[in-house]
């Protein structure tokens, strides 16, 4: 990934023809986003008690780098139960809304009373663990078969499982979507198939990116017939170069462009086009098997069949991102549901990671794609929630570091890509986004930009927090007619851990997140008990 990052030249966002430039006057009054008495006046004074405890416990460093540690000795000296009700009584109650569907239905039922609505998030989610690894290499070739196919069998019901779990969640948004208010569900990909599955997916996509730098010798971003040819000739036999370079070039312009050739070279066909290698290079071992052709097969199904609940009940669902080393599978799910599903109106959206140094060359790009195959551009635009995690593993396994160098540099492509966004909606190209920040600044400055085209309760905007996170934005907005929404995660809770340490992450001393939201939660408390 690193090296397609450095390769494909930069996208530069710039000013669409024609678009109205934005006034620095606002055309509404800016909201106060400190109104503490606004802010939590749905909120009883014991949520607030407890949500002072989280945030402060989240600020001790050595609680948040341990918590992992912590829970496990937990779990063996307090026991199962008492843990898990200790959680749920605290850092569970605070981000999560309960642990299935019938518990989350008076969260959200209070946020609609507060013209907010939900995205329903189950919040379990899967990952490669280091003991998977290890066990399966250590085996010979013959007993590592076995075990992978018994693993993914089991996997295969577990996943099943999980679909129907997201079936039920679309299902629920239906039912308790309010009037002026869109329904969605969050889908976590990894929950939905074998991570180690996803994780090579993601090798394929990014063998057929690297396939394509290879092919364009002048590096112009565009690949000739004779380039082709030249590229053909040299890694493959057997089919004639031309006629193969005929079914890639569909708009039969003479050349081929990344997006193009994306599209024609699927992750399901590569077989047939690496049967022919001249070398088993990383191309040939990114290939599937049969075997796993048949669970990616399998995986897509079930996808699609929540895809197409989605449509039919008119709730949008939304993919969210996960880690960088599944996020090419995900995207290449995500476009691939949004060609079939938002010819007529956006019904998938996908989600960008702004603090990772590709993320406006990807969201570039899948507006070309979207553009060309003329559907519905829909995207969540967030700043990444991994950051640790990925730094980690850039250090380990000596790559370049995916994330923006600086907090500034993450802010300022946050920016500027939202604006290019909301400029292109306003000239009224086929796209609808959702600001998910629990940055002030972004939100403004999306405001800021929205105002300049539509009234507050018409933009085509929808903006988002967390649970337990940034109420001030969420209740305020709700409050001032936007399109204001809650993520209402929820599911067992062992299953939601990753997530709610996360949470802690995020609201850690060294990433900052607490401080603001202590200083308004002390703020309404002496209010309320002493009236001050």
Same mark, same amino acid.
């Given at each position: 990934l690193a090296s397609c990052r450095r390769s494909f030249p930069r996208q530069s966002v710039v000013r669409q023809p024609g678009a109205r430039p934005f006034s620095s006057d606002n055309k509404h009054k800016p909201i106060d986003f400190t109104d503490t008495k606004l802010i939590f006046q749905s909120k009883s004074t014991y949520s607030l008690i407890r949500a002072y405890f989280v945030f402060q416990s989240c600020r001790v460093q050595a609680i948040v780098d341990n918590s992992e540690k912590l829970l496990r000795t937990s779990y063996s000296v307090l026991g199962d139960r008492l843990t898990d009700i200790i959680m749920k009584k605290t850092y569970f109650a605070h981000f999560c809304a309960g642990e299935d569907e019938k518990e989350i239905i008076p969260v959200i039922n209070d946020l609609e009373r507060n013209g907010i609505g939900s995205i329903l998030d189950y919040a379990a989610e899967a990952d490669i663990t280091d003991d998977t690894i290890d066990v399966i290499e250590s085996l010979s070739e013959e007993e590592k078969e076995i075990v992978v196919r018994t693993y993914a069998y089991k996997n295969e019901r577990l996943c099943d499982e999980r679909a129907e779990t997201f079936d039920k969640c679309l299902r629920s948004a239906n039912v308790?979507?309010?009037?002026?208010?869109?329904?969605?569900? *969050?889908?976590?990909? =990894?929950?939905?198939?074998?991570?180690?599955?996803?994780?090579?997916?993601?090798?394929?996509?990014?063998?057929?990116?690297?396939?394509?730098? +290879?092919?364009? +010798? /002048?590096?112009?971003?565009?690949?000739?017939? &004779?380039?082709?040819?030249?590229?053909? &000739?040299y890694f493959f036999s057997g089919e004639q170069a031309d006629d193969v370079f005929k079914l890639i070039d569909t708009d039969k312009s003479g050349q081929v462009d990344y997006v193009t050739w994306s599209n024609s070279i699927t992750v399901e066909d590569?077989?047939?086009?690496?049967?022919?290698?001249?070398?088993?290079?990383?191309?040939?071992?990114?290939?599937? =098997?049969?075997?796993?052709? &048949?669970?990616?097969?399998?995986?897509? +199904?079930?996808?699609?069949?929540? %895809?197409?609940?989605?449509?039919?009940?008119?709730?949008?669902?939304?993919?969210?991102?996960?880690?960088?080393?599944?996020?090419?599978?995900?995207? /290449?799910v995500a476009i691939t549901l949004m060609k079939e599903f938002n010819t007529k109106k956006p019904v998938i959206f996908s989600t960008y990671q702004m603090y990772l140094v590709d993320s406006e060359w990807r969201l570039q790009t899948d507006l070309i794609r979207a553009k060309q195959g003329d559907y519905y551009f829909a995207a969540k635009i967030v700043r990444g929630a991994y950051m640790?995690?990925?730094?980690?593993?850039?250090? +380990?396994?000596?790559?370049? &570091?995916?994330?923006?160098? =600086?907090? #500034?540099? =993450?802010?300022?492509?946050?920016?500027?890509?939202?604006?290019? $966004?909301?400029?292109?909606?306003?000239?009224?190209?086929?796209?609808?986004?959702?600001? %998910?920040?629990?940055?002030?600044?972004?939100?403004?400055?999306?405001?800021?930009? *929205?105002?300049?085209?539509?009234?507050?309760?018409?933009?085509?905007?929808?903006?988002?927090?967390?649970?337990?996170?940034?109420?001030?934005?969420?209740?305020?907005?709700?409050?001032?007619?936007?399109? *204001?929404?809650?993520?209402?995660?929820?599911? *067992?809770?062992?299953?939601?851990?990753?997530?709610?340490?996360?949470?802690? #992450?995020?609201?850690?001393?060294?990433?900052?997140? %607490?401080?603001?939201?202590?200083?308004?939660?002390?703020?309404? $408390?002496?209010?309320?008990?002493?009236?001050?």
């Open positions: 308790v979507k309010g009037s002026s208010s869109n329904g969605f569900v *969050a889908v976590k990909i =990894t929950a939905l198939t074998n991570p180690q599955l996803l994780e090579k997916m993601s090798k394929v996509v990014v063998e057929i990116r690297n396939l394509f730098l +290879k092919f364009d +010798k /002048n590096k112009n971003g565009l690949i000739s017939a &004779d380039e082709f040819k030249r590229g053909y &000739d590569l077989h047939l086009l690496t049967s022919q290698c001249r070398e088993k290079g990383p191309l040939f071992h990114a290939t599937f =098997t049969d075997h796993e052709r &048949d669970l990616l097969l399998s995986f897509r +199904k079930r996808v699609r069949k929540l %895809a197409q609940l989605a449509s039919d009940l008119d709730v949008n669902m939304m993919i969210d991102a996960e880690h960088t080393y599944f996020q090419p599978a995900i995207d /290449n640790e995690l990925e730094r980690a593993l850039a250090l +380990k396994n000596h790559y370049d &570091d995916p994330i923006h160098a =600086t907090k #500034q540099d =993450t802010d300022d492509n946050y920016n500027r890509n939202v604006e290019n $966004l909301v400029q292109r909606m306003g000239n009224n190209e086929k796209i609808e986004i959702m600001i %998910a920040s629990h940055n002030q600044e972004s939100v403004e400055h999306t405001l800021r930009c *929205a105002e300049e085209y539509w009234k507050p309760e018409e933009a085509p905007i929808h903006f988002a927090q967390l649970m337990g996170m940034a109420d001030n934005l969420t209740f305020l907005l709700g409050n001032k007619n936007y399109k *204001a929404y809650k993520y209402v995660p929820y599911g *067992a809770v062992k299953e939601v851990m990753p997530y709610l340490m996360r949470r802690g #992450q995020e609201n850690s001393g060294m990433m900052g997140g %607490a401080g603001a939201e202590i200083k308004m939660l002390s703020q309404e $408390l002496r209010r309320r008990l002493f009236n001050r």
